[in-house]
């Protein structure tokens, strides 16, 4: 799975799909992850095309159970939003 094109910050955010029960829960909502690029290309640099799309099934399987202390282990994935909020004035 290619990254699209970045928004403002440099980062790309990823929202899993949830389906089955944890779709249908009342309350329940997927939260997007953060995928800091440069980070993802250097940690990829070395698999192949196949392998990076593994990767990233797994990220997203992974991010759409909530399995947040998976997630963690790979550097280049934020759990929260890392670009700085913007105020309103």
């Known amino acids: 799975m290619p990254l699209p094109n970045l928004g403002p910050g ?16 009342e309350g329940a909502k997927s939260q997007p992850i953060w995928i800091n690029p440069p980070k ?5 640099r070395e698999m192949s ?11 997203m399987q992974m991010a759409a159970a909530g399995d947040r202390e998976a ?3 790979f550097d280049f994935v934020y759990l929260d939003n890392p670009r ?3 105020h309103a004035s």
Do not use: C, H
């Open 10 to 25: 440099g980062y790309y955010s990823a929202m899993p799909e949830t389906s089955g029960p944890a779709k249908n829960q």
């Open 40 to 44: 993802f290309w250097a940690a990829t």
């Open 71 to 73: 997630l963690r282990k």
């Open 49 to 59: 095309q196949d392998e990076v799309g593994n990767l990233m099934d797994r990220i």
């Open 84 to 86: 700085p909020a913007r």
